[in-house]
């Protein structure tokens, strides 16, 4: 590919669309070439703002010649978009969760590999910086084995979210497909572990929906550690921060998004904070890297699909009231 920049299309032109395609269109390496969005207004006005061209159809987008799309459209829609990608040759950063369903999850991987184009999954919280340092606090031995872990993650209610994100048949779920899916890549990142069982229970407490708004469950992971996951989405707004506690052997970290990374151990106790976020300009760096360098990208769509594992397990666990096993 040379010099030249990478040609992107951003299909979906809301909350994750914008951020999309902000990131690429500062990339030295990039330029934003075509938004596609059904909304026109939106669309045009997005499409304005990064210098691109409009579409009304995505599918006229991918015939003008892209080398890569970023997907953010409702997660019952990504399976078709993310075919149509692979069969016009196009790499692909699909936004989280993969999908709905396994079988539209391993469609688009079993697609993306046919086609020789990189999947790249939107897990954009890999690239905080304060998560990516508690990550390799615990990859280089700092805490011993991590042997308890909670994850808090308090969102807006609907008055922060799109309406369809509150739709089962669009979104798949609730808070757990939208926000908690996040919380679930966190967990399996950080400890570099697999989530194998979920015991879950699921509430509607303030969003007058037919979905989730709130999830507490327990998560065993293959090495033997176990975890909480605690998501809610109050009607009446967020209250705390979103956080992540690790407790091993040997230490201990908390992070607060966005804020600090707090650790103490056998060896002392140290305190980072973090004030710059530069999520999706890294998360996009990392895409085009991936695409230039003929190389995978380090998230990839078995991490989708491992993800959704989990998701649809504590689903299931709070339909059965039983622990279930995440790994199909
Ligand atoms: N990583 C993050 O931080 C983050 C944040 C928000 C959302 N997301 C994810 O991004 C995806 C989109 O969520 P959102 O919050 O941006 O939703 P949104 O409703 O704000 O945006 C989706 C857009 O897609 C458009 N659209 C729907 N069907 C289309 C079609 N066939 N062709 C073109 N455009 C179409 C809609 O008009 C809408 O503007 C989801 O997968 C969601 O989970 C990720």
Known sequence: MGEERVRIGIVGAGIAGERHAEAFARH???????????????????????????????????????????ICLPHALHRACALDAAGAGVHMLLEKPIATTLDDARAIVGAAE???????????????????????????????????VLDRFISGGMQDTPRWVWDRSQA???????????????????????????YARTDTCTNPVDVEDAVCAVVTFASGATGVLYEH???????????????????????????????????????????????????????????????????TGDDGLRGLEVALALYRSAASGRPERARS
Do not use: C, K, N
Request: aromatic share 10%.
């Open 28 to 70: 030295p390496r990039a330029s934003v070439a075509g938004i596609a969005e059904l909304d026109a207004d939106r669309g045009r006005r997005l499409a304005q703002r990064v210098g691109a061209a409009y579409f009304a159809d995505y599918r006229a987008m991918l015939r003008a010649g892209l080398d890569a799309v970023v």
């Open 114 to 148: 046919r086609a020789g184009v990189w999947l790249m999954m939107g897990y954009v919280h890999r690239f905080r910086p304060e998560v990516e340092a508690a990550r390799d606090l615990i990859a280089r031995g700092r805490l011993g084995r991590p042997r308890t």
């Open 172 to 198: 798949g779920g609730g808070v757990v497909m939208y926000g908690g899916v996040h919380a679930i890549d966190r967990l399996r990142w950080l400890l570099g572990d697999e989530i194998v069982e979920v």
């Open 233 to 299: 989405a109050p009607a009446y707004g967020r209250l705390g921060a979103w956080t992540t506690e690790v407790f091993g052997t040997d230490g201990a970290l908390i992070v607060t998004t966005g804020a600090t990374l707090e650790y103490r151990g056998r060896d002392g106790a140290q305190r980072w904070t973090y004030g710059e976020d530069r999520r999706f300009e890294r998360q996009a760096d990392e895409f085009l890297a991936a695409i230039t360098g003929g190389r995978p990208p380090s998230v």
